[in-house]
């Protein structure tokens, strides 16, 4: 191989974290701006053709599959989170509902604004590139996580991943966590209330403190 291209991979090699740091959250919103959302509001709609990417500068967007009267929330974006990203890059319709959780301040990156920031900025389309990959294994380590062993199990690894492994607060309601493992509030409801008498959780209205993840790993022994 040769020793330029070897040395200026390895110079080049930087590990960035899935989400986006509030100093690149910032650093967007004086390029674009920042959009402020009330609660509820249809960010992008299942089916619909994509035109930007949005970036979450503050609140929580819930990712939304509907298939009839059936609806299924899959996935609770935060902070630094991207939705619409491989849509857009696929140029396919949106095959999930976007919606606001929670009162939300949003980046909206129209397509002509990515293309220009992607031709102009390299590390930008660098740190693209591993926030996407971040996300996929992410997904498909969830995906594992929900897809074996019994609904303890999948809440277990839906709370681990929600605190990122360590002691931290998720601001979700029973009910949508329910929806996100396919089950119901009171099932949930049981399991958490085992966990707090165990001491690994502690349970609020409308969020879920994990003060021992390593008592809730050792369920998953």
Known sequence: M???????SRTHK??????FDSDEIAEFGRIVGIEHMNSGTLLLRQGDA???IGMIA?????????HGSRRVVLQVLQTGDLYGDIPLLCDVPMP????????????????????RLIDQRPEMCRRLLFSLASRTEQLQRRLLALTSGDLHHKLVSLLLDQ???APG????SQATIAE??????????????????????????????VTDPEGLRAVLD
């Open 163 to 165: 605190v990122g492994g």
């Open 180 to 209: 996100m493992l396919g089950s119901t509030r009171p099932s949930i409801n049981r399991i958490l209330q085992q966990f707090a008498h165990d001491g690994h959780v502690s349970i609020g209205y409308r969020s879920i403190s």
């Open 58 to 66: 503050s609140g929580k967007v819930e990712l939304v599959y509907r």
């Open 50 to 52: 994509v035109d930007h």
């Open 96 to 115: 999930l509902s976007a919606r606001a959780l929670t009162d939300t301040a949003v980046i909206k990156l129209h397509h002509q604004i990515f293309w």
């Open 169 to 172: 607060e998720i601001q979700l």
């Open 14 to 19: 930087r590990v960035f974290p899935a989400r």
């Open 2 to 8: 040769d020793s330029h291209v070897d040395g200026e």
